[in-house]
């Protein structure tokens, strides 16, 4: 399936590094670490507008100058928040950016 080539090539290259990567979070206690979760935090439910990044009040000269810009995001729609792992809502919210190459690409151009 073409559709799935990006997310399979992706997965692919984790594979190398996903035990490795549990079994640190296995070690970690991170399971006991409690937060406040979504519950479903796909891209559609995030709010996103451009900003400007003003350095006007560093002491860095040469930061003075730079224009930069950045994306601010506001997390909306919050009737299914619980208590839970973070890794909930960072497995609805990672999945949809790595399709981006191949789905919908206009909706995550600002």
Not at 41 to 69: G, H, S, T, V
Request: contains cysteine.
């Amino acid at each position: 399936d073409p559709e799935l080539k990006n997310i399979t090539s992706y997965m692919k290259k984790m594979e190398s590094y996903l035990f490795k990567i549990l079994k640190v979070l296995e070690d970690s206690g991170v399971r006991h670490l409690n937060t406040l979760c979504h519950g479903d935090a796909k891209p559609n439910n995030f709010m996103f507008r451009k900003i400007d990044i003003d350095f006007d009040d560093d002491d860095d000269e040469e930061l003075k100058d730079l224009k930069c810009e950045g994306v601010e995001s506001m997390l909306i729609d919050w009737q299914g928040g619980f208590l839970g792992s973070l890794c909930n809502d960072l497995m609805w919210c990672m999945f949809p950016f790595f399709e981006v190459n191949s789905h919908e690409k206009e909706l995550y151009e600002f």
